[in-house]
């Protein structure tokens, strides 16, 4: 019985570890931003992206549409970019050694909605 207790206790928490690990519900990430990923359901507009590298800087710019709603969205963001290095600074507003990553999310309370992201990096 103890042995039955001790291999269950040991699931649980291995399962737990994976859970806090993997970002919320993430099942795609944007062509032009490799490392953000896009809540469940959400899905890239990749023909209106745009991504423009320069000496200067780089600044992406994409959009993604599904359903959901705002509040939603930026839960879903709220949770998961701290994971991955980023400090919110604002609602929607996030930072990342020297990047800046703008998120806006439009649509009725009750969904579809269309996220825009923005990254620019400061140089």
């Known amino acids: 019985m103890r042995r039955i207790l001790a291999a269950l206790v040991l699931t649980v928490s ?10 919320a519900f993430a099942t795609d990430y944007l062509s032009g931003i490799s490392d953000l990923p896009l809540p469940a359901g959400l899905v890239e507009a990749k023909d209106k992206s745009t991504v423009f590298d320069s000496a200067v800087g780089r ?13 939603s969205v930026h839960d879903f963001y709220d949770d998961t970019l701290p994971q991955l290095g980023w400090t919110q600074t604002d609602e929607g507003n996030w930072r990342r050694e020297k990047q800046t990553l ?13 996220a825009t992201f923005t990254l620019s990096s400061d140089n």
Do not use: R
């Open 14 to 23: 291995l399962a737990t570890s994976l859970a806090i690990s993997l970002p």
């Open 59 to 71: 600044v992406v710019t994409a959009y993604a549409t599904g359903p959901g709603t705002a509040d």
């Open 102 to 114: 703008k998120i806006d999310v439009l649509g009725p309370e009750a969904g579809p909605v269309t």
